[in-house]
């Protein structure tokens, strides 16, 4: 039974819900602070990161099946238009997919298969918008 239940469960629900979520994306923008590798891709964002921390928290998490608290409150928005005007290039979505990996390897779910699934969709997604 427990495997049945299982594949009838969200990557978010697998994942571990908005507590894994939350770790990866506070552990996501603390490298981006602290990393001077990823210097080019801080300085596209706002000093204070704290709404982008929360938003970043809310998009995974309805991404991956759970609430989707970010689309309610950004209706008619994807991730690419909400970044149109932003200017991404290969470098500075190369330095995401990186960060973003590394948090995931470092504060993601204690399924690594499923981490470095979560962490490739994702990369894909971040180079995508590199122009």
């Known amino acids: 039974m427990a495997s049945q239940a299982q594949s ?3 990557p978010f ?3 571990g819900g908005h507590p894994t979520i939350e770790r990866i994306v506070e552990r996501f923008y603390d490298l981006m602070e602290e990393d001077p590798a990823y210097a080019e891709l801080r300085a596209l964002h706002a000093p204070d990161l704290t709404p ?3 938003s970043l928290a809310l998009f995974l998490a ?3 099946g759970g ?5 309610d ?6 991730m690419m238009s909400a970044h149109k005007g932003i200017a991404i290039n290969r470098q500075v979505a190369e330095q995401w997919a990186d960060a973003m ?4 390897a470092d504060c993601g779910p204690d399924d690594q298969k499923l981490g470095a699934e979560m962490a490739e969709m994702l990369s894909r997604m971040a180079r995508s918008m590199g122009r």
């Open 67 to 71: 609430p989707r608290d970010w689309f």
């Open 8 to 10: 009838q469960a969200t």
């Open 101 to 104: 990996g590394r948090a995931i």
């Open 62 to 64: 309805a991404w991956c």
């Open 73 to 78: 409150e950004n209706p008619g928005k994807c």
């Open 52 to 54: 982008m921390r929360r």
């Open 13 to 15: 629900e697998l994942l």
